[in-house]
């Protein structure tokens, strides 16, 4: 049987605080996007298009062998 999952009830203190922490932790996001995008740009300017790719693809690899290490530790 499925039961209903209670609704969470914060205080307006609480949520007030909740709102400021996801706006600074938003804005912090965007930020970062932003750098790295530009980061990017500027780094395909520097090594290339294919270069840039490959390095990406490493990278990804690298992160993902990192978590499959993770687990199986």
Do not use: W
């Not at 804005?27 to 520097?46: C, H, I, N, P, V």
């Not at 840039?52 to 992160?63: I, S």
Request: glycine share 2%; no cysteine.
């Amino acid at each position: 049987m499925s039961q209903t999952i209670p609704m969470l009830r914060l205080t307006p203190q609480a949520a007030g605080t909740l709102q400021q922490q996801h706006a600074k932790a938003t804005k912090e996001l965007r930020a970062l996007t932003r750098y790295s995008k530009e980061f990017d740009r500027q780094l395909k300017a520097l090594i290339g298009y294919d270069a840039l790719h490959q390095l990406h693809k490493a990278t990804d690899n690298a992160l993902l062998l990192t978590d499959l290490v993770k687990e199986a530790a």
